[in-house]
T-cell receptor
Framework: AQSVAQPEDQVNVAEGNPLTVKCTYS??????LFWYVQYPNRGLQFLLK??????LVKGSYGFEAEFNKSQTSFHLKKPSALVSDSALYFC????????????FGAGTRLFVKA | DGGITQSPKYLFRKEGQNVTLSCEQN?????MYWYRQDPGQGLRLIYY???????QKGDIAEGYSVSREKKESFPLTVTSAQKNPTAFYLC???????????????FGPGTRLTVL
């Protein structure tokens, strides 16, 4: 069965510091992996995705994520956090074959302090 | 601008009433989805539609119903059979269903439903 784990309910960082939001997954076969961001009372916005190729994926707003097959992880990173990055972040996974469903993690709330 | 719209933004329902949440997209996407979001639980799939005049139950379909009479519209009805309907409801679409080319989901702004 597919699953996604975001082990941290909340991440706190100071503005200007690097940030990491963790995600691990379980899926049969190769995965499609996604990160989405949600601002208060809004829908989710796509940040980036990994389909195949380079393990380091660059996305919107300076975010990037690294696909690590051996650790089944897809951590979201940014070299220098902004206060405006404060939001709820969701990791999602879909198996390349054998199913259509995208599974979302429970979300990690990021607080960036000025 | 292309995108997904949901209405209303806030909806209040009395117990025993059915309510319908609107979802419209002008992205020309084939597939559409309804999710429910509760605090700390991520998104749970209610219903999905691969194409016009077709829809399938997701993980938590009980107490909900949908229709897909037009490509751009996928309304969700929350019936009185849904025991705990207070939640944030999100509609989404993808270019196609289970496609290899892109699985990026485009989300509407959501509807917050509160049962009084």
């Amino acid at each position: 069965a597919q699953s996604v784990a975001q082990p941290e309910d909340q991440v706190n960082v100071a503005e200007g510091n690097p940030l990491t939001v963790k995600c691990t997954y379980s899926v049969s076969g190769n995965p499609y992996l996604f990160w989405y961001v949600q601002y208060p009372n809004r829908g989710l916005q796509f940040l980036l995705k990994y389909i195949t190729g380079d393990n380091l994926v660059k996305g919107s707003y300076g975010f990037e994520a690294e696909f690590n097959k051996s650790q089944t992880s897809f951590h979201l990173k940014k070299p220098s956090a902004l206060v405006s990055d404060s939001a709820l972040y969701f990791c999602a996974v879909r198996a390349v074959t054998g199913g259509f469903k995208t599974i979302f993690g429970a979300g990690t709330r990021l607080f960036v302090k000025a | 601008d292309g995108g997904i719209t949901q209405s209303p933004k806030y909806l209040f329902r009395k117990e025993g009433q059915n309510v319908t949440l609107s979802c419209e997209q002008n992205l020309n996407h084939d597939a559409m989805y309804w999710y429910r979001q509760d605090p700390g639980q991520g998104l749970r799939l209610i219903y999905y539609s691969q194409i016009v005049n077709d829809f399938q139950k997701g993980d938590i379909a009980e107490g909900y119903s949908v229709s897909r009479e037009k490509k751009e519209s996928f309304p969700l009805t929350v019936t009185s059979a849904q025991k705990n309907p207070t939640a944030f409801y999100l509609c989404a679409s993808t270019v196609d269903f289970g496609g290899r080319t892109t699985d990026t989901q485009y989300f509407g702004p959501g509807t917050r439903l509160t049962v009084l």
